[in-house]
């Protein structure tokens, strides 16, 4: 049975119009109206905060943050950031990281698990 398959790149209402002719030559055609929706995503925003300096790594988003920056991501996403102190200061703590399914790394950071909107904020003092 043969089938028609199409991938929308933006969210959005589309017609849609199915066109189908038959073995003997017979035409029918139906149009429709699709709402396509983006994918559910949530705000984790990572504050540095305190008089040193430093960056946070972000696994597995590969991303290296050295200020406050806010990522989309999906719901349910395990996020493990591990603060880099810059020479001269060290990690003093992360607050934020205290969500049910988190797990706190002590001086390593922590594994945060995104489910909604949140903050986690990175301290970093001079030594």
Request: glycine letters at 12%.
């Amino acid at each position: 049975m043969p089938t028609a398959r199409h991938i929308y790149s933006a969210e959005g209402t589309y017609t849609v119009r199915l066109r189908i002719t038959d073995e003997t030559g017979f035409v029918d055609e139906t149009t429709r109206e699709v709402v396509v929706e983006g994918e559910e995503t949530v705000t984790l925003t990572i504050v540095i905060a305190g008089a040193g300096s430093g960056s946070v790594s972000l696994d597995p988003l590969g991303e290296i943050c050295e200020t406050t920056y806010s990522y989309e991501v999906k719901p349910g996403l395990r996020i493990y950031v591990l603060p880099l102190a810059d020479a001269g200061s060290e990690f003093t703590g992360m607050a934020g990281c205290d969500q049910p399914g988190d797990f706190d790394l002590g001086l390593e950071g922590c594994g945060a698990l995104v489910n909604e909107d949140r903050t986690l904020t990175v301290t970093f003092e001079p030594e």
